[in-house]
């Protein structure tokens, strides 16, 4: 081999080198190289032939630089991708994936699709996408404008009772605990009664503020004159 000739060595190829070589100069048993490379000391052997025959380039891989035998051919990946652009260009990597195969017969790995759209701008992978800014919702200026309801179940009285629910009255200009009623479930029933007391306490707030359970939303609105209120609501 001459001088100026370079061989390129992946790191796995460049450690298992030094150690085939250490084995070649007697400086490093058989058995404890096959230890440390994970392979068989008859591997080694032949290792350490095919280096003192054929020198560094005998443990590169003869794969090295060669096209893969599993690659896409170009002529399915352009007419996959063409398709994409034309149907299905606001879809997912899957659901495209799902499409190519069942409506147009094409068969690709659902990662496969995902590197085409990628590397087509039509898909941007999550981990590159721009953080999402939640702007944070100024509190209300005056007890009363809104109170937020809520109900945790938890066994609040450890094993002296069942576990039960806890619906909480919370003030969002103070964060003053305004009411607190323990009850079996978190049901309308329930937030009735909470209410009420609430009510007679406090006097009607401008607004409650819920999440999104069946007791306060409906997404059925056909039951609900179009909506989408409950029988709280």
């Given at each position: 081999?001459?001088?100026?000739?370079?061989?390129?060595?992946?790191?796995?190829?460049?450690?298992?080198?030094?150690?085939?070589?250490?084995?070649?100069?007697?400086?490093?048993?058989?058995?404890?190289?096959?230890?440390?490379?994970?392979?068989?000391?008859?591997?080694?052997?032949?290792?350490?032939?095919?280096?003192?025959?054929?020198?560094?380039?005998?443990?590169?891989?003869?794969?090295?630089a060669k096209p893969s035998n599993n690659r896409l051919d170009a002529g399915t990946a352009a007419r996959a991708l063409a398709i994409i652009r034309e149907r299905?260009?606001?879809?997912?990597?899957?659901?495209?994936?799902?499409?190519?195969?069942?409506?147009?017969?094409?068969?690709?790995?659902?990662?496969?699709?995902?590197?085409?759209?990628?590397?087509?701008?039509?898909?941007?992978?999550?981990?590159?996408?721009?953080?999402?800014?939640?702007?944070?919702?100024?509190?209300?200026?005056?007890?009363?404008?809104?109170?937020?309801?809520?109900?945790?179940?938890?066994?609040?009285?450890?094993?002296?009772?069942?576990?039960?629910?806890?619906?909480?009255?919370?003030?969002?200009?103070?964060?003053?605990?305004?009411?607190?009623?323990?009850?079996?479930?978190?049901?309308?029933?329930?937030?009735?009664?909470?209410?009420?007391?609430?009510?007679?306490?406090?006097?009607?707030?401008?607004?409650?503020?819920?999440?999104?359970?069946?007791?306060?939303?409906?997404?059925?609105?056909?039951?609900?004159?179009?909506?989408?209120?409950?029988?709280?609501?």
């Amino acid at each position: 081999m001459a001088a100026t000739d370079r061989i390129t060595m992946t790191m796995c190829e460049l450690d298992r080198f030094k150690v085939i070589q250490a084995v070649a100069d007697d400086l490093l048993k058989p058995w404890r190289a096959a230890q440390r490379l994970g392979l068989t000391t008859r591997q080694i052997r032949r290792l350490v032939a095919r280096l003192r025959e054929d020198g560094p380039a005998g443990l590169v891989s003869g794969r090295c630089a060669k096209p893969s035998n599993n690659r896409l051919d170009a002529g399915t990946a352009a007419r996959a991708l063409a398709i994409i652009r034309e149907r299905y260009a606001d879809f997912g990597p899957t659901l495209a994936c799902e499409k190519l195969r069942e409506c147009h017969g094409l068969r690709l790995a659902k990662e496969t699709v995902r590197r085409l759209m990628t590397d087509a701008g039509l898909w941007i992978p999550r981990r590159q996408r721009p953080p999402k800014i939640h702007q944070l919702r100024s509190r209300r200026a005056c007890v009363g404008e809104l109170v937020q309801i809520d109900g945790s179940d938890h066994r609040w009285f450890e094993e002296r009772a069942p576990a039960c629910t806890l619906l909480v009255y919370v003030d969002d200009a103070t964060s003053r605990l305004m009411a607190l009623h323990f009850t079996a479930t978190e049901s309308t029933f329930s937030y009735f009664e909470a209410t009420r007391g609430y009510l007679r306490q406090h006097g009607k707030p401008v607004a409650f503020y819920s999440d999104k359970a069946t007791v306060f939303r409906s997404a059925q609105t056909s039951t609900t004159a179009g909506k989408g209120f409950t029988q709280f609501g």
